[in-house]
C-alpha cells in the first residue's frame, strides 16, 4: 500500500489559459496588478489621512487603533510593491517578481479569511462580502500563478501567455535560462 502511495503522481493545479477567459494571461496580469496597485495607493492614502488628519478622508473611526492603522500601512506598502514587482517582472519575461508576487497573495488571502472568522462578530453581508472577496482573490492569484507556471516552462506555453518565445525561452529554468 504505501509502495503504491510513493509511486503516485503528486496532483497539479491545472493552469488558465487566458485571463478572465478572453485576453492573453500577460496581459490580464499586468491589469490586474495596476489594479492592485491603484487600490493600494488608495488605502495607503486613506490611512495617512486618518493618521495625519484625524480621518478628513475616510472619518475617524475609533475602531481602528494607531497600531492597527500601522500594521494595515505595512501590509498595503508590501502589497503595493510586491504588485510593481511582479509587472516589471511581467513585462521582461522574469519569474522571480510574479512567483514572490502570488505566494504572497495566497497567504495574504488565507489569513485575510482566518482573521475574518476569528475576529468576532459578523453578519450574513459580511460573510458574503468576504466569500466574494477572497474568490476574487483566488482567481488573481490562480491567475498569477498560471502565468508564473508558463514562463517556468518556456516554449509554446509562454509564447500562448503572450510572452515572446525568444524572452520566455531565455528566462526559463526549464530551457536553460536564468537560475531561479
Not at 19 to 46: D, N, P, R, T, W
Not at 95 to 111: C, E, M, Q, S, T
Request: aromatic share 16%.
Amino acid at each position: 500500500e504505501f509502495r503504491k502511495m510513493a509511486e503516485a503522481k503528486p496532483v497539479e493545479i491545472p493552469v488558465a489559459d487566458k485571463c478572465c477567459f478572453c485576453i492573453e494571461l500577460k496581459l490580464g496580469v499586468l491589469i490586474l496588478c495596476v489594479i492592485e496597485m491603484i487600490f493600494a495607493g488608495l488605502v495607503i492614502l486613506s490611512i495617512f489621512s486618518n493618521m495625519l488628519f484625524g480621518g478628513a478622508i475616510i472619518g475617524y473611526s475609533p475602531f481602528w487603533p494607531f497600531w492597527m492603522l500601522i500594521v494595515i500601512l505595512i501590509v498595503t506598502m508590501l502589497e503595493f510593491a510586491f504588485a510593481l514587482w511582479c509587472f516589471i517582472d511581467a513585462r521582461r519575461a522574469m519569474p522571480d517578481g510574479i512567483r514572490v508576487f502570488w505566494v504572497y497573495k495566497l497567504v495574504a488571502v488565507v489569513l485575510e479569511v482566518l482573521f475574518f472568522l476569528i475576529g468576532g462578530y459578523w453578519g450574513f453581508g459580511e460573510f458574503v462580502s468576504m466569500l466574494i472577496n477572497a474568490g476574487i482573490s483566488l482567481y488573481f492569484v490562480w491567475c498569477v500563478y498560471s502565468l508564473h507556471q508558463a514562463l517556468e516552462g518556456g516554449g509554446d506555453g509562454a509564447a500562448a501567455a503572450g510572452f515572446t518565445k525568444d524572452d520566455a525561452d531565455s528566462n526559463s529554468p526549464l530551457m536553460g535560462g536564468s537560475k531561479v
